[in-house]
């Protein structure tokens, strides 16, 4: 019978006596190919689950929820293409919701998934990060959904007003907010990730601060990249809080370098 193919996959093995985390042994322990996919379908149907109980509840917030789009795209009433249109984007929309509501589920989900291949210390600040990843995440997604998407409808529908009938139909509504929403709140992840580089000693603060020319390129292409408009203000409007974050991360670097100071300067007693 022809043999399994093996994995190798983590394991931790804890000494006697307590103390750093270089004190910790990380010994391989192998796992088949077949334990991994079993181990991707649980995490997946988890996942899975608790949309479904999330997309109960998201029923019951499409309404306000539309209407709350409806108002900040400065339309009357949503234009449709199709004539199944106005259900299908009702469930979609409350789709959405779910998949919103149930965002540190899925988190915790892809974290504990790839833990088993990390060290003690790596799984130890990859889950301590898990309520800041999804506190970040939430924050950009408001950014945007509260303040810069109705900023960018505002100006899209009085742009050329006396040559142009704005009525933009329901998808691109949807497109445009889950663009900008996604890309916020994956942009306010910025922080939390130059935290973990710096924690982690793969990247320096003080590398950090010297690549601020090169880091503005950048947030102004992830700007142009978020917002759908081509007018250079509107991509202002995101560039500067990406920047800003970019600024904070380069605090959240330097505490952490700080403490990783602290903590290799500690005698293993205190660890106890």
Same mark, same amino acid.
């Given at each position: 019978?022809?043999?399994?193919l093996r994995i190798p996959k983590f394991r931790i093995s804890l000494p006697n006596v307590r103390g750093s985390d270089e004190d910790y042994e990380d010994i391989f322990e192998e796992m088949t190919?077949?334990?991994?996919?079993?181990? !991707?379908?649980?995490?997946?149907?988890?996942? &899975? $689950? +608790?949309?479904?109980? @999330? /997309?109960? %509840?998201?029923?019951?917030?499409?309404?306000?929820?539309?209407?709350?789009?409806?108002?900040?795209?400065?339309?009357?009433?949503?234009?449709?293409?199709?004539?199944?249109?106005?259900?299908?984007?009702?469930?979609?929309?409350?789709?959405?919701?779910?998949?919103?509501?149930?965002?540190?589920?899925?988190?915790?989900?892809?974290?504990?998934?790839?833990?088993?291949?990390?060290?003690?210390?790596?799984?130890?600040?990859?889950?301590?990060? !898990?309520?800041?990843?999804?506190?970040?995440? &939430? $924050? +950009?997604?408001?950014? @945007? /959904?509260? %303040?810069?998407?109705?900023?960018?409808?505002?100006?899209?529908?009085?742009?050329?007003?006396?040559?142009?009938?704005?009525?933009?139909?329901?998808?691109?509504?949807?497109?445009?907010?889950?663009?900008?929403?996604?890309?916020?709140?994956?942009?306010?992840?910025?922080?939390?990730?130059?935290?973990?580089?710096?924690?982690?000693?793969?990247?320096?603060?003080?590398?950090?601060?010297?690549?601020?020319?090169?880091?503005?390129?950048?947030? !102004?292409?992830?700007?142009?990249?978020?917002?759908?408009?081509?007018?250079?203000?509107?991509?202002?409007?995101?560039?500067?809080?990406?920047?800003?974050?970019?600024?904070?991360?380069?605090?959240?670097?330097?505490?952490?370098?700080?403490?990783?100071?602290?903590?290799?300067?500690?005698?293993?007693?205190?660890?106890?």
């Amino acid at each position: 019978m022809a043999r399994s193919l093996r994995i190798p996959k983590f394991r931790i093995s804890l000494p006697n006596v307590r103390g750093s985390d270089e004190d910790y042994e990380d010994i391989f322990e192998e796992m088949t190919l077949a334990e991994h996919l079993d181990e !991707l379908r649980s995490r997946l149907m988890k996942m &899975v $689950l +608790g949309i479904g109980v @999330a /997309f109960v %509840i998201g029923l019951l917030l499409v309404n306000p929820l539309l209407r709350l789009i409806r108002d900040a795209a400065n339309v009357d009433l949503f234009d449709v293409n199709e004539a199944t249109e106005p259900i299908t984007s009702y469930f979609k929309t409350a789709l959405y919701i779910a998949i919103t509501l149930a965002l540190p589920l899925i988190f915790y989900q892809l974290f504990a998934f790839v833990a088993p291949g990390l060290t003690r210390k790596e799984k130890r600040y990859l889950y301590g990060s !898990l309520p800041f990843v999804v506190l970040f995440f &939430v $924050l +950009g997604a408001s950014f @945007a /959904f509260f %303040i810069a998407v109705p900023r960018a409808f505002q100006f899209l529908s009085t742009f050329n007003s006396d040559l142009f009938e704005y009525s933009p139909t329901f998808s691109s509504i949807a497109a445009f907010y889950l663009q900008v929403s996604i890309g916020l709140g994956l942009a306010f992840q910025l922080p939390i990730i130059m935290y973990l580089l710096a924690r982690l000693k793969i990247v320096s603060p003080q590398r950090m601060s010297g690549s601020r020319r090169y880091a503005m390129v950048l947030v !102004l292409i992830a700007a142009a990249l978020i917002t759908p408009t081509p007018d250079p203000f509107n991509m202002l409007f995101i560039a500067a809080p990406i920047y800003f974050l970019y600024e904070l991360g380069i605090i959240f670097a330097k505490i952490a370098a700080r403490r990783s100071v602290t903590h290799s300067l500690r005698p293993p007693e205190l660890d106890a």
